[in-house]
């Protein structure tokens, strides 16, 4: 089955613990994102990847690192999480044939709360 | 700077009313418009994009240009219709088209 899956899915941390949160898809996408929502913001993307060691900042990717050595792995890293990154993740691919209508495929979410 | 607005947090109407969720956006070019849709413990998943003029679930959605709106229309909900919907907006090149969502409109249909 196609698809995109994330690890773990509900996370509870404390301040300052590193964490990383996998995302695997299987359909030989190109282009793979981060995103975080959060009430009343929407979703907001966070680094995106076009392809294999091609990485770039979104909008709001402080706190936040990632790495792209393979083409189906897009792990998402917190380094030293706060309180404010307490969010609802969503990891999303979406292959690269030229046309920006081909949809994304989002992951189930990861719920981060850091304490 | 690109946007999208979702002006409705909620939307709540009774089963057989018409639906419609609001979409405006900003941007100067031609974009490429989405709308997404997450039930309830279920992830976000595509319902309809704007190039493929396609009617998804009873729903529609047109872009209107002049108006920079892309408003989702349904002339009888349905229960199963409640659900978070987003609207989103890509643009530019293809390897670089990320997507920028509104806030995100709550529909609650009655029975």
């Known amino acids: 089955e196609a698809q995109v899956t994330q690890n773990p899915r509900y996370l509870i941390t404390v301040t300052g613990k590193k964490l990383t949160v996998t995302c695997s898809q299987n359909m030989n996408h190109e282009y793979m994102s981060w995103y975080r929502q959060d009430p009343g913001l929407g979703l907001r993307q966070i680094y995106y990847s076009m392809n294999v060691e091609v990485t770039d900042k979104g909008d709001v990717p402080e706190g936040y690192k990632v790495s792209r050595k393979e083409k189906r792995n897009f792990p998402l890293i917190l380094e030293s999480p706060s309180p404010n990154q307490t969010s609802l993740y969503f990891c999303?691919?979406?292959?690269?044939?030229?046309?920006?209508?081909?949809?994304?495929?989002f992951g189930p979410g990861t719920r981060l709360t850091v304490t | 700077a690109q946007r999208v607005t979702q002006p409705e947090k909620l939307l709540s109407v009774f089963k057989g009313a018409p639906v419609e969720l609001k979409c405006n956006y900003s941007y100067s070019g031609s974009p490429e418009l989405f709308w997404y849709v997450q039930y309830s413990r279920q992830r976000l998943q595509l319902l309809l994009r704007h190039i493929s003029r396609e009617s998804i679930k009873g729903f529609t959605a047109d872009l209107n240009k002049g108006e920079t709106s892309f408003h989702l229309k349904k002339p009888f909900a349905q229960e199963e219709d409640s659900a978070m919907y987003y609207c989103a907006l890509t643009f530019g090149s293809s390897n670089t088209g990320k997507l920028i969502f509104g806030q995100g409109t709550t529909l609650q249909v009655k029975p």
């Open positions: 999303a691919s979406r292959p690269d044939r030229g046309l920006l209508s081909y949809e994304q495929y």
